[in-house]
């Protein structure tokens, strides 16, 4: 049960520091494509936050109807890509956020996995 704790809390935590991480870096560094990357890991894991945490909103107001889960298993296709996009970003980038970015796409990969796996 922790581990479900840990990625509902680490999942926003690990984005946030990204972005902060993203925000204080050295700007007269040419765009490289290594940057680029780890720009678009960066994106894609805040993404698949938003989907995952909008779902999580949208069951809460909703109750817990064969509909939602539904939509829980078609966003799930979704995030398992943006997931995939952020790890290679993560991998492929270059700059300080890479690890924090890492972290959050393994941590929404863990949102996304039906609790019975776990």
């Known amino acids: 049960m922790e581990i479900i704790w840990l990625a509902l809390i680490g ?11 993203w925000s204080k870096r050295d700007r007269s560094q040419p765009h490289i ?7 678009m890991g960066l994106v894609t894991a805040s993404m698949n936050a938003l989907i995952y945490y909008s779902w ?3 069951r809460l ?7 939602v889960w539904m939509l829980k298993t078609s966003l799930a ?5 943006l997931v ?5 970003g993560a991998i492929l980038g270059k700059g300080s956020p890479r690890i924090p970015i ?3 796409a393994l941590l929404g990969l863990v949102n996304w996995v ?4 776990l």
């Open 84 to 88: 995939v996009l952020a790890l290679a």
């Open 114 to 117: 039906p609790i019975a796996i």
């Open 61 to 67: 107001i909703s109750g817990g109807h064969s509909s």
């Open 56 to 58: 999580l909103l949208y």
């Open 102 to 104: 890492a972290i959050c």
């Open 77 to 81: 296709d979704i995030g398992m890509c």
């Open 11 to 21: 999942t926003p935590v690990s984005t946030g520091l990204a972005w902060w991480l």
């Open 33 to 39: 494509l290594r940057t680029r990357l780890m720009l």
